[in-house]
């Protein structure tokens, strides 16, 4: 009568009762009741995963368990004292050996990727270092390390990726919000550090980074722009003028990046500054304009490009002679022609 009550598919209950475990004294003892099968725990456990069908007995469940275990041990770890602090030691030593696959182990059982030794180097900034990329993901993807950390008047990850020149290992910081404007204390911008080493790559990385500081300057110092200019960069300076640049930015005490352009003879890069705005009668301290420095040395291209953008054609130096009055007397009579040929100078002071 008892094994018709139990659904098809499952064994029937043994022969002993839930308060006697013990199978060896089993038979000694009356077979269960109906109402002590309906009731126990057992019954309903087997009754509901057999509603369920197989898959709520099979490996879903194992696989939650697993990773309720595996959160349990992380948990531990990283709350464990010396068993976290012993981890993340080990971490250190492996990012700096290089070893990935240990990484990945130490990282699943909990150690943390920002441990490291009092005033040391962040495990991630080794790995970048390095060019470890496997392990820089590794930490990124399950560390979750701290971007932006540092040892005193240190740099970040991102700026050791940069400044060694490692483009996918910048672009993949900067994917993960990396601050793009990090740097050591009293240290260059990175888009400094990557123009100044010819890093053209990480330097459109950086470009591109929505959060960037495309005018920062080092203390003392001056933008990109201006050092890409001098060096007759126009590829570049279009690029951070494109990306809103500041164009007449200036050393404390310094020239414009087309005065310098201009004095230099450099037409491209002056060309591309003045199609962005650059103030065509921008002066030194104590000088005259980049009009007055072209007719001066009879440099007729620069002469008409500054004259298309309306460069002052009465502007002279300290005490000194007009534009027309410094071609004239240095023999540039191409260049007085063209200046005479540009203004009305009875109505010029």
Known sequence: MVLSLIPDGLPPPPPYTRYDTNSTTSGSVSSPTVAEITHHPGWAAGSEALRDGPQGITKPNLRERAQKEKGRKTKKAKTGGKESAH?????????????????????????????????????LTIAVGKNKIEIVKLLLERGEPDLEARPPAGETAL?????????????????????????????????????????????????????????????????????????????VVHMLLSKGAKVDVKPPGGSTAMYRAAVRQDLGTAGVLLQYGADVNATPPGGTTALWHAASKGDESMVRLLLMYNADLNAKPPGGKTVLTQAIKKGNSGVARMLLEHGDYRNLE
């Open 159 to 235: 700026y050791t990726a940069v400044s060694k020149g490692y483009t996918d290992m910048a672009e993949l910081l900067l994917e993960r919000g990396a601050n793009v404007n990090a740097k050591p204390d009293g240290g260059k911008p990175a888009l400094l550090v990557a123009y100044s080493k010819d890093r053209e790559q990480v330097l459109e990385a950086l470009v591109h980074a929505p959060e960037l500081d495309i005018d920062a300057t080092p203390p003392g110092g001056v933008a990109t722009l201006w050092h890409a200019a001098e060096k007759g960069d126009a590829k």
């Open 87 to 123: 981890l993340g030691e080990a971490l250190y030593e492996a990012v700096s050996k290089g070893d990935a696959n240990i990484v990945g182990m130490l990282l699943d059982q909990g150690a943390s990727a920002d441990a490291r030794p009092l005033h040391a180097k962040p495990a």
